[in-house]
């Protein structure tokens, strides 16, 4: 089984992505920062947070479904607020989604928020309500269960470093996991963290038989060329010991958003 997580920048990217999916055809991708805007006229949009602008593909949920559409997509979203047209603000959903291979069946799933709740009108102050997705799915493959999850962390200002908010946007990720969690069955917990390797989060999910594999495996980071700033870590992959794993790795070649991938198969 092949999984890719990745913070898809809001499809800034998405041409290489979507070819990078295409070519991958994971059995599993968990994306963070996913734009959905259905009443959009246009495919491009602009964000806007005071000097901070962005291109964003309008529908970028919708992009990644068409990509994959042998996969059931399921769009999570944290907030609602304007993107721009010009001069016109079109409501424009954000979060992330979840792309699973139809002939896994999903038998369970919870959705849930690790950061605030959903903010209705408008993103808000920073840090922003931030969403986790948990899905249980059977392999006949293997003929057993597991369970795959990915959160996008909160994204505070001052840098990556612990705070209170992020301590208890751990806790509320490990009681999410811990509504479907069983012993021995398959579990990997993924996603755009916003933390620094050493975080108290991983101390939090290691109560769960949890371990990264991005820290693991002496990577020296997961930011692609396109990230200006200091701090190269933002992404991690964790499993536990059900999970054998065949091959990980932080993807650089191609690049296809400011983060890099990260694709396990197992």
């Given amino acids: 089984m092949k999984i890719i997580c990745l913070n898809g920048w809001g499809g800034k990217l998405h041409k290489e992505l979507l070819a990078y999916i295409d070519t991958e055809q994971p059995d599993v991708l968990c994306l963070q920062e996913v734009v959905h805007s259905p009443s959009a006229a246009k495919d491009w949009l602009e964000y806007r947070d005071d000097e901070h602008l ?8 919708s992009d990644v479904a068409r990509a994959l559409p042998n996969h059931l997509a399921t769009f999570c979203p944290a907030a ?25 069946p999903v038998i369970a799933q919870v959705q849930g928020f690790v950061h605030r709740t959903f903010s209705p009108h408008g993103y808000g102050e920073h840090p922003r ?22 959160m996008h ?35 990997v917990i ?8 050493t975080s108290e989060t991983f101390a ?8 990264d594999l991005v820290t ?11 990230y200006r700033k200091p701090g190269r ?30 694709c396990l198969q197992f």
Wanted: charged share 20%; net charge negative; aromatic share 8%.
């Fill in 233 to 262: 870590f933002a992404d991690y992959m964790l499993v536990n010991d059900a999970v054998r794993v065949q091959h990980f790795d932080v993807v650089r070649d191609p690049e296809v958003s400011d983060h890099c991938p990260l």
């Fill in 129 to 150: 309500s931030r969403v986790a997705h948990i899905v249980h799915l059977y392999d006949y493959a293997e003929d057993r269960s597991l369970c795959i999850g990915h």
């Fill in 54 to 61: 962005l291109q964003q593909r309008a529908n970028f949920f």
């Fill in 204 to 211: 939090v999910l290691a109560r769960l038989g949890l371990n």
């Fill in 153 to 187: 962390g909160l994204r505070d200002p001052a840098g990556k470093g612990d705070t209170p908010e992020r301590l208890a946007q751990a806790e509320r990720l490990a009681a999410l996991i811990q509504c479907d969690a069983e012993e021995g069955r398959p579990l």
């Fill in 80 to 104: 609602q607020g304007a993107l721009w047209d010009g001069d016109i603000a079109v409501p424009s959903q954000w979060g992330l989604a979840t792309f699973v291979r139809s002939t896994l």
């Fill in 216 to 226: 693991a495996g002496g990577f020296n980071g997961t930011r692609s060329s396109h």
């Fill in 190 to 197: 993924c996603g755009d963290f916003n933390v620094e390797p």
